[in-house]
């Protein structure tokens, strides 16, 4: 094997980089900071025949106890920064950034259409592969371009060659989103600020905070056995809420959401997500759909892996 680029470090600890604080270590691992040297670990990935990874915020990742191989990326310094065009209403984001600074950049600047943002707690690139929604927003809507890198190097592309679905693009392992620009419209900063703080109070109210959590953990099901209940609704209705197996639980705040008690496992999460699937199933007849991204041999049932 080559030696691996500037940057590049070996075994890697990635549970700090996940929400629920969960997993082992990367085999290599880079902050990459700017376009080139993301380029760059991604060439020397393709060289070497090494799977690539990416964690952003870490809201809905498991990675496996045993450790990833091959190459995890995180966009830091320049592909994390939030730009604002006030004469083309668009913000030019890194893939790094964060989606709730994203939208408060939004706000400041009197610009609406992202304030859904609050209340993902993710990155642009992340946000972009799952074209995120939330709170009746979505992603692709305001989607003007992202920049795309891979091995081969910088592409550009717009909204429609990504094939943007509910909670998923066409976007292919191995493709990074370094960048995205979102275009907005104009409106009293007042009135998007106190919509930001609206959804804030949301949040708050119906969902965990402050401690380790795994995001939204299972998609609103479109099944019309739901009787247009939700996934927290449906768990809850089917005994989940607060159940526990080994270091981790379903909150009791939120029933779709998972806290880490301490001490779990991945092993412990796939093993709660598998026993709140299956009671849903047996009580509705209803399939929920993991919001799961894995790195590493995490023990996904095989029809969890879907899109």
């Given at each position: ?61 498991l ?54 943002g ?13 074209n ?10 305001v ?11 910088v ?20 493709e ?82 998972i ?49």
């Open positions: 094997m080559s030696d691996p680029p500037t940057g590049v470090r070996r075994d890697y600890p990635l549970a700090r980089l996940t929400t629920v604080r969960t997993g082992g270590p990367a085999e290599f691992f880079i902050r990459a900071a700017n376009l080139e040297e993301l380029r760059r670990a991604l060439a020397w990935a393709a060289s070497e025949q090494l799977q690539v990874g990416v964690v952003g915020s870490g809201s809905n990742l990675v496996a106890d045993e450790g990833v191989r091959g190459l995890v990326v995180k966009l830091d310094g320049e592909l994390s920064k939030i730009e604002v065009d006030h004469e083309d209403e668009t913000i030019l984001c890194g893939g790094g950034a964060r989606l709730p600074a994203v939208a408060a950049a939004a706000a400041r600047a009197g610009l609406s259409g992202v304030e859904f609050v209340n993902i707690p993710g990155t642009v690139g992340g946000a972009v592969r799952m995120a929604n939330a709170y009746g927003g979505v992603l692709a809507s989607l003007a371009w992202a920049e795309v890198v891979d091995a081969a190097g592409e550009r592309r717009p909204p429609e060659s990504l094939r943007f679905a509910y909670r998923r693009s066409a976007l292919r392992p191995g990074v989103v370094a960048g995205a620009a979102f275009k907005l419209k104009r409106a009293p900063g007042a009135q998007v600020r106190t919509t930001l703080a609206d959804m804030r109070s949301r949040r708050r109210q119906a969902q965990p905070s402050g401690i380790k959590t795994f995001g939204s953990t299972f998609k609103n099901p479109e099944d019309p056995r739901a009787d247009g209940r939700t996934a927290g609704q449906l768990l809850d209705l089917a005994g989940c809420r607060g159940l526990c197996i080994g270091g981790v639980g379903f909150s009791g705040k939120h029933a779709n959401f806290e880490n008690h301490g001490d779990a496992t991945t092993a412990d999460v796939v093993e709660l997500l598998a026993e709140g699937r299956r009671r849903v199933r047996e009580r509705f007849g209803v399939e929920l759909e993991p919001e799961v991204q894995a790195l590493g041999p995490v023990p996904l049932p095989e029809d969890w892996r879907r899109g």
